[in-house]
């Protein structure tokens, strides 16, 4: 299959923008696929109403079945069409948070059918906040199924480059939006738990919804990184933003850290190895390595979301064979950034 790649600057979405988006629309529809921009990380897309479209997107990132999709709309009114009721706690984070970064989780109806929720009664539902996403979303009819546009286990993509290089001559088409502003994928939380309970941990955090909600829980597989418990959001439990390369986290005081660093890529690099780091803009100027790339700025942590995926991907372009990256505090963003970090390097962490 050819890809068709338009690009769209949702800035300014003039008449051949709205005529892309119209026909990306009626690509969805006709239950094909189309990968676009939204403000978390690129999504594949295709309709959430239609099973086909469904198993066609998992085929398209080798995705395991069992691993349902969230469900995107671009209005709060299309939410009661697919949900058995819209639960007071969804009135209110939807008033607060969308569109946005927050995906919520429901009771579904028989009209979203099962290949879209993995076999589950449950159902994901997010609105972006992305112009191109939302334009999309209404073309092609309201309810648009969009798991994060790369291949199963790789960093999810924020630059249309990587969704190129996974899914190109597999879907019909990709909208080049640019860099997306966040760099995460949204805060999951779970509306069926007795207590509201964050499933996967986002832009929007733990305190941002206790602000709203008064009570909330977390799934504790996310922050125990040695629970052999089963996270609740089934996609969790896969390996995942996996680089090519052997990735080993750091955690300690700033100096021990490069220290510790620099000796071991000094080590790798002796055995004839590759070696990556990851760290900061404060640290950049300390490490000795082939390739040394800051991922952001301490004082801003929405600087390393930012950036985050993107440079693990940078790194496999580089055929990095080994990297080290620094840490990052557990509170705000942080819990996001360490919970994407973890996983990416299949939980090695060792702490001086
Ligand atoms: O920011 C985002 O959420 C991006 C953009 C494209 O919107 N999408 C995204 O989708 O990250 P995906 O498919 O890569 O991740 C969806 C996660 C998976 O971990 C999945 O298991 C979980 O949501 N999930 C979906 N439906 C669920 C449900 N009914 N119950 C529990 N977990 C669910
Ligand atoms: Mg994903």
Known sequence: METKLVVIDEKNIDEEAAAALKEAGSIIRDGGLVAF???????????????????????????????????????????????????????????????GPLTMIMEKNDRVPYETTGGLDTVAIRMPNNKIALGLIEESGGYIAAPSANTSGRPSPTVARYCVEDLSGKIEMIIDGGQVGIGLESTIVDLTAEVPMILRPGYITAEMLKEVLGDISIDRTIIDSSSTEKPKA???????????????IVEGVQDEVVAFINEKSREAAA????????????TMPMYNADVVKSVGNREDE??????????LREFDDENIDVMYSESFDDSGIGQAIMNRLLKAAGHQLTIL
């Open 37 to 99: 921009p939204t403000e978390t990380v690129y999504g594949l897309g295709g309709d959430a109403l239609n099973p086909s479209s469904s198993k066609k997107i998992y085929a398209a990132k080798g995705r395991p079945s069992d691993n349902p999709l969230i469900v995107h709309i671009s209005k709060f009114e299309d939410l009661e069409k697919i949900v058995k009721e819209v639960p007071e706690a969804a009135r209110k984070l939807s008033e607060a948070f969308w569109p």
């Open 302 to 311: 929405s600087t390393v979301a930012h950036e985050l995926f993107k440079v």
């Open 271 to 282: 055995a004839g190895k590759r070696v990556g780091v990851i760290c900061t803009d404060e």
């Open 234 to 248: 089934p996609g969790m439990k896969y390996r995942h933003y996996a680089p090519k390369g052997d990735l080993m």
